[in-house]
């Protein structure tokens, strides 16, 4: 019964607002005023925290663990969303993990289209690496999603240490939109329209192919990522986008497992704290990241210091100062 009804309030109060018949600037309020009402676990605090130039959240629940951590890229299409709004995933990642979770509010299209994201989430990856954490994990939902899995290839290719593993929510990782399901599951999606989607792809790519493999990271070379575990409803336009992410992993031999919720929508991991699989999805995860977290610490794996400094190239290093709690 209630699944029923928070897909049934999805159906009506989001997937409307989020076609282009309303505005980047509508929506962004729209969707914020939502997302910051959700609550997030009990004893959940955080911080801004600059990281190299990009303003972030820092949030914890309880101790964290020292010399680990969660870097999360919320959702939104790459136009809208921003860490407030995500608390309710990142508090309980937070709490599951043990580990501080860095939520970057990275620049969104259309004002900033690819590569500005991107460039955001790897210069937050950069500096937690300079704070001397040797033990990082990557996550993100539908967009940030997809910017998670571009931000390890892209890692991977310009030779950098790589994350200890991957979590993608609900990823979209095909703007160009060539899923069977982006076709099949349009009357059955509560959330989630091609329109919508096609509109914010166009921002985010800026005349760039929209198969690109930065911006569309399903067609990259996925040689030599992670472990990658993903969490997607069955009602999805986008789950063909995570059944031929597994297949393409697999075939390039990469640590790939697929969960999909039955009746489930896109980003029900939203309404963790009211649905149970939202609970359990979130806990699964964040269990899954801990442990790839530990198993790294505990073997010793680090990378050598001529490495991590690459040489091919000097990082400005950002003094880490001290965060400010907010509300």
């Known amino acids: 019964m209630l699944k029923t009804i928070l897909s049934g309030v999805v159906r009506v109060g989001i997937k409307p607002v989020l076609r282009p018949s309303f505005p980047v600037s509508f929506q962004r309020r729209w969707v914020n005023g939502l997302t910051s009402m959700l609550p997030a676990p009990r004893r959940t605090r955080a911080s801004v925290q600059p990281m190299n130039g990009v303003t972030a959240e820092r949030v914890t629940v309880g101790k964290p663990a020292d010399a680990l951590a969660?870097?999360?890229l919320h959702g939104g299409g790459y136009c809208i969303g921003s860490p407030r709004?995500?608390?309710v995933i990142t508090g309980r990642f937070a709490r599951s993990a043990g580990v501080a979770v860095f939520t970057p509010d990275y620049r969104l299209a259309p004002e900033h289209p690819h590569p500005a994201a991107l460039d955001d989430a790897i210069c937050a990856y950069r500096w937690l690496r300079q704070q001397g954490l040797r033990h990082i994990a990557i996550a993100g939902d539908s967009a940030g999603a997809g910017l998670?899995?571009?931000t390890a290839i892209a890692l991977r290719d310009?030779?950098?240490p790589m994350p200890v593993a991957l979590a993608l929510i609900s990823p979209w990782l095909d703007l160009a939109g060539q899923g069977e399901t982006f076709k099949t599951h349009v009357q059955r999606?509560?959330?989630q329209s091609p329109n919508a989607l096609a509109r914010w792809a166009q921002a985010y790519a800026n005349g760039l192919p929209l198969d690109h493999p930065l911006c569309?990271?399903?067609y990259a070379d996925l040689t030599g990522l992670p472990p990658i575990r993903i969490h997607v409803g069955s009602e999805e336009i986008l789950l063909s986008d995570s059944l031929r992410l597994r297949e393409r992993a697999i075939?390039?031999?990469v640590d790939i497992q697929l969960r999909e919720f039955e009746g489930l929508w896109h980003d029900f991991q939203l309404h963790a704290g009211m649905l149970k699989d939202a609970d359990v999805s979130l806990?699964?995860?964040?269990?899954?990241?801990r442990s790839r977290l530990d198993s790294q610490a505990f073997s010793g794996a680090s990378d050598s210091d001529a490495q991590a400094e690459r040489s091919r190239e000097e990082i400005a290093i950002e003094p880490r100062g001290h965060a400010r709690e907010l509300p």
């Open 70 to 72: 969660i870097l999360y």
């Open 85 to 87: 709004g995500y608390r």
């Open 148 to 150: 998670t899995l571009a």
């Open 158 to 160: 310009a030779g950098e």
């Open 189 to 191: 999606d509560p959330s």
């Open 216 to 218: 569309s990271p399903l």
């Open 251 to 253: 075939a390039a031999g």
């Open 283 to 289: 806990a699964e995860l964040g269990g899954f990241l």
